[in-house]
């Protein structure tokens, strides 16, 4: 077997759906799995974007579909993985990345509704993409690689976000409990767990004063940039990573592993 990088990550003949497709973490998904060859399947609830999206990776020598869904509606999840197939034919790459952050509150203070909303969209929606995904690469009976996107405030928390912290931390056991149930039928299951980087969901925050205190804690002293995430979904979404399964991958310039005394 040929060890080239250049073919262990190719993706050709792949068909990719990305949820959250329409801005920040998303769209670089979507342009990486473009780049490598992937038929793209975009998806979001904003279509003026995602139409911006969709032309950039045409203009780059990409393939791509933009699908208006939002992430918890079932029957629009349904629609997406039908327009993909009918566009491309079966996903064989999921990447589960729509997610919303929390607004800032004391865990005391948080509402139901906010609660409910943000496990909807970042836990409820990515068990549910997954399964939906899973079970039409078996029924067509293919391999495939389903990617979650979790984050480093799912294995360590901070101040405001105890909706968002749970969340991402149930999305590492989805990942879990879902490669382990899908392994032996060639399904793949794994995450990355990103750490802080600089999107429209959060670049006055990181651009702030606080969002200065923020990167010093990080060892790598920067926050997360453009590409950074780029290796990591290649390894888990190619046959580089054929033998990975159930894996969170952190990339998060080691702000996980400092411990603060």
């Given at each position: 077997?040929?060890?080239?990088?250049?073919?262990?990550?190719?993706?050709?003949?792949?068909?990719?759906?990305?949820?959250?497709?329409?801005?920040?973490?998303?769209?670089?998904?979507?342009?990486?799995?473009?780049?490598?060859?992937?038929?793209?399947a975009l998806v979001a609830r904003r279509a003026d974007r995602l139409a911006e999206v969709k032309k950039a990776i045409e203009a780059a020598g990409g393939?791509?579909?933009?699908?208006?869904?939002d992430v918890t509606d079932r029957a629009a999840m349904t629609r997406a993985f039908d327009a993909a197939e009918k566009a491309f034919g079966t996903v064989t790459i999921l990447v589960n990345n729509a997610g919303i952050a929390q607004s800032p509150s004391r865990a005391i203070e948080v509402s139901?509704?906010?609660?409910?909303?943000?496990?909807?969209?970042d836990l409820d929606a990515v068990f549910f993409w997954a399964q939906e995904a899973a079970r039409r690469m078996l029924a067509a009976k293919t391999q495939g690689s389903i990617v979650n996107i979790a984050s480093v405030l799912?294995?360590?928390?901070?101040?405001?976000?105890a909706a968002y912290a749970t969340a991402k931390a149930g999305v590492v056991q989805i990942t879990k409990a879902l490669a382990v149930e899908l392994a032996f039928k060639g399904v793949r299951v794994n995450a990355?767990?990103?750490?802080?980087?600089v999107t429209e969901i959060n670049d006055k925050y990181l651009m702030s004063e606080a969002?200065?205190?923020?990167?010093?804690?990080?060892?790598?002293?920067?926050?997360?940039?453009?590409?950074?995430?780029?290796?990591?979904?290649?390894?888990?979404?190619?046959?580089?990573g054929r033998y990975i399964t159930g894996a969170t991958i952190m990339v998060d310039g080691g702000q996980v592993v400092q411990i603060k005394g």
């Amino acid at each position: 077997m040929s060890m080239k990088a250049a073919e262990l990550f190719d993706l050709k003949g792949r068909v990719a759906l990305v949820t959250g497709a329409s801005s920040g973490l998303g769209t670089q998904f979507a342009k990486a799995l473009a780049d490598n060859g992937a038929a793209v399947a975009l998806v979001a609830r904003r279509a003026d974007r995602l139409a911006e999206v969709k032309k950039a990776i045409e203009a780059a020598g990409g393939r791509a579909v933009a699908i208006e869904a939002d992430v918890t509606d079932r029957a629009a999840m349904t629609r997406a993985f039908d327009a993909a197939e009918k566009a491309f034919g079966t996903v064989t790459i999921l990447v589960n990345n729509a997610g919303i952050a929390q607004s800032p509150s004391r865990a005391i203070e948080v509402s139901p509704e906010e609660w409910r909303k943000v496990l909807s969209i970042d836990l409820d929606a990515v068990f549910f993409w997954a399964q939906e995904a899973a079970r039409r690469m078996l029924a067509a009976k293919t391999q495939g690689s389903i990617v979650n996107i979790a984050s480093v405030l799912g294995f360590g928390v901070a101040k405001g976000v105890a909706a968002y912290a749970t969340a991402k931390a149930g999305v590492v056991q989805i990942t879990k409990a879902l490669a382990v149930e899908l392994a032996f039928k060639g399904v793949r299951v794994n995450a990355i767990s990103p750490g802080w980087f600089v999107t429209e969901i959060n670049d006055k925050y990181l651009m702030s004063e606080a969002g200065e205190a923020l990167k010093r804690d990080i060892p790598m002293g920067r926050f997360g940039e453009e590409g950074d995430l780029a290796g990591a979904l290649l390894l888990l979404a190619s046959d580089a990573g054929r033998y990975i399964t159930g894996a969170t991958i952190m990339v998060d310039g080691g702000q996980v592993v400092q411990i603060k005394g």
